[in-house]
């Protein structure tokens, strides 16, 4: 009797488990994020609202209150100003955003274009890191090069 209650229980926790929970996927998430958070703009273009339907969630800190990040091509952006229109914005900055493309009506999002979304978001996410290696082994091997130079210079 109290293990059937129990896998009740988890069957009623699974059922009410949204398929987009975990992710920010619907505007409602996103705006969540700026709930509390030191987001400066409560007027104007670029309020939390129309920042969420733009696609950005905030990831700031009170050193960066207006720090934001795209769920798809993962962008980050600050520095805006209440005249900035968010979604002007997003296709200035990331052109081939897929979110910009898929979400025209962000309170019309499927399942399908969360999975694709979703494809997506991981695609920019390799791109991003594969250049913050590239960069990286590039700037260790400028370090190496120069230290070989210095040495092979005070040699002679
Ligand atoms: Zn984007």
Not at 140 to 152: D, G, K, Q, R
Request: net charge negative; charged share 30%.
């Amino acid at each position: 009797m109290a293990e059937a209650e129990e896998t009740r229980d988890e069957e009623t926790q699974e059922e009410s488990v949204s398929i987009f929970e975990g992710s920010f996927y619907t505007v409602e998430q996103r705006l969540e994020t700026f709930k509390g958070s030191y987001w400066p703009y409560e007027t104007g273009k670029c309020t939390p609202l129309k920042m969420a339907e733009a696609g950005f969630y905030f990831c700031g800190t009170s050193s960066t209150p207006d720090w934001v990040r795209c769920i798809v091509c993962h962008h980050e952006m600050d520095g805006w100003e209440e005249t900035d229109d968010p979604w002007e914005e997003h296709c200035a900055h990331s052109p081939n955003c897929y979110y910009l493309k898929k979400a025209k009506d962000p309170y019309k999002i499927t399942v399908g274009d969360v999975i694709e979304m979703e494809k997506e978001a991981i695609k920019c996410y390799v791109r991003k890191e594969t250049d913050r290696l590239r960069n990286s082994c590039q700037s260790y091997w400028e370090e190496v090069e120069a230290s070989l130079l210095e040495t092979m210079q005070n040699m002679s």
